[in-house]
């Protein structure tokens, strides 16, 4: 399917079948309205442009197109998802080491840490055995990722100490490759801690929503106060020794802050340079949801903060905002892009008992319960039901118009509505918008 | 066939058949968009391809 759209006076038009992306002048802009694969230059449209922009210019600019389409660059065939192996070994794992948070953040879809359960911790045999479920699940795959997440991980910090410690000593007797990451809220670090996650942590997400008065209205303690002040200055020491390493400075956007640029720079202008802010994932009911309503203005905020990041990056080429980051370059192949995030699949999620969900937003929902790591119980048949989901999810994705740069989400046709589906083209736009040279 | 280059009226900005991802593996072991800095607005446009051993198509 071709799509296009102007942004940032450049007329921008997407393949969304082979991924292409072009920048095209007005003559095949205004073509496109009319152009239909095998058509030719008999048309009546052809003469009545050929009288606006000249006969020469019009054929010119319908051959260009007409040999992007015979190369199955523009009007490329539909995928045939059928042909595509989507099952896989499971390859990452998000290991909730803790149930338990000292923040009480509005928006937090854990149920404040919870995940609506008991307040617990994991414990380092039920984490050992999810690595080891791990390994003896991922096949062939030599890659596997461990990402620490909650609640808030860093309060089982022993825990996460031994996990490291035995997946590394496991690594080298079953030839796999661990990389760690982690989701912290920045609370109860210390010099030491600090210099472990530097030293383990592959990426670090740092959990900050950007202006005080924001952050502090959302991300708040059980006694109701702010944690702004103590997290920046953590998060500042992080980064300061954490040289070329990756991180992340991550925070939520919602129906209060819908000026989120503002919190872009707010954040840029604390010397962080990695950041993304994502819209909040929350009860409808609540009065600070995302809406459909407000997705004129979440488009508009995205167009604003695209033009920042454009005029940012010329001054600092360092800076990265995470979801304009779309990798034309080096874009991952066609079978991850159908894949996704591998919910269920590639991916699962495992809770403080062991317990086995598709992903990080389906624990608690007992209906995708998938097995326990501490018997090695593991149930193929929600594994199956997620990939029929993932099939099923595509095809509300076939005609979507950024569908070669986002991928489906179970958790979101499973728990949300279209509006995420809504942000995230809109989003995709802007992000476009910033990679077209000037 | 690989064809990125620019013509006068469109300027191909990316184009999968000129480059590597045309060969298509799917061999997994890239990172998972989840593990990456979000857990709720799911994406694999900004994700890598880590296989540095598949041919370029022709």
């Known amino acids: 399917m071709m799509h296009k759209f102007e942004k940032f006076g450049k007329k921008i038009v997407i393949d969304t079948n082979s991924s292409s992306v072009y920048v095209v002048d007005d003559v095949v802009y205004e073509i496109l309205d009319f152009y239909t694969p095998g058509c030719n230059k008999n048309s009546s449209w052809f003469c009545t442009l050929a009288k606006k922009y000249g006969e020469n210019e019009v054929s010119e600019a319908f051959d260009e197109i007409q040999k992007l389409e015979k190369n199955s660059q523009l009007f490329a065939k539909d995928i045939n998802i059928n042909n595509i192996k989507i099952e896989s070994p499971i390859k990452a794992m998000c290991l909730n080491v803790a149930h338990d948070c000292q923040l009480r953040c509005k928006y937090c879809f854990a149920s404040q840490g919870d995940f609506g359960g008991q307040r617990m911790l994991m414990s380092d045999k039920t984490a050992k055995n999810a690595i080891d479920f791990l390994i003896l699940n991922s096949g062939k795959r030599k890659n596997l990722e461990i990402d620490f997440f909650g609640g808030e991980p860093m309060m089982n910090f022993e825990v996460i100490k031994k996990t490291i410690e035995y997946a590394k000593i496991n690594a080298k007797i079953f030839d796999k490759n661990f990389r760690f990451t982690i989701t912290t809220n920045g609370l109860g670090l210390d010099d030491e801690k600090i210099d472990f996650l530097n030293q383990e942590m592959s990426n670090i997400v740092m959990s900050l929503d950007g202006r005080k008065n924001i952050n502090d209205s959302m991300r708040i303690t059980a006694n109701g106060l702010g944690c702004y002040d103590i997290i920046v200055n953590n998060f500042k020491k992080i980064v300061k020794k954490r040289g070329k390493k990756d991180y992340y400075i991550r925070g939520t956007f919602t129906k209060k802050n819908l000026d989120f640029t503002q919190d872009v720079i707010a954040l840029y202008n604390l010397g962080f340079k990695k950041i993304s802010l994502e819209p909040a994932v929350i009860d409808e009911n609540t009065d600070y949801a995302l809406n459909f309503e407000d997705i004129e203005k979440i488009k508009h905020e995205y167009d604003k903060l695209a033009s920042w990041v454009i005029n940012t990056k010329k001054i600092d080429p360092d800076f990265v905002f995470f979801h304009f980051n779309i990798n034309l370059e080096n874009s991952p192949c066609l079978t991850k892009k159908i894949k996704g995030c591998g919910c269920g699949n590639d991916y699962i999620a495992v809770t403080p008992n062991g317990d086995i969900f598709p992903c990080h937003q389906f624990v608690g929902k007992n209906e995708f319960l998938m097995g326990n790591v501490n018997n090695n119980l593991f149930s193929k048949s929600i594994k199956s039901k997620c990939i029929k989901n993932l099939q099923n999810t595509l095809k509300l994705c076939k005609n979507c118009t950024a569908k070669a740069f986002c991928s489906p989400c179970l958790a979101r046709s499973k728990f949300t509505s279209e509006l995420g589906c809504k942000i995230s083209r809109s989003r995709v736009e802007s992000a476009l918008g910033t990679l077209i040279p000037e | ?58």
Do not use: F, L, R, Y
């Open chain 2, 1 to 58: 066939m690989s064809m990125s280059i620019n013509m006068k009226h469109i300027s191909t900005i990316s184009s999968p058949n000129s480059n590597k991802n045309a060969c298509d593996t799917g061999c997994g072991e890239c990172q998972a968009s989840c593990q990456s800095a979000c857990k709720t607005s799911c994406t694999v446009g900004n994700q890598k391809c880590e296989n540095q051993n598949i041919q370029i198509c022709e």
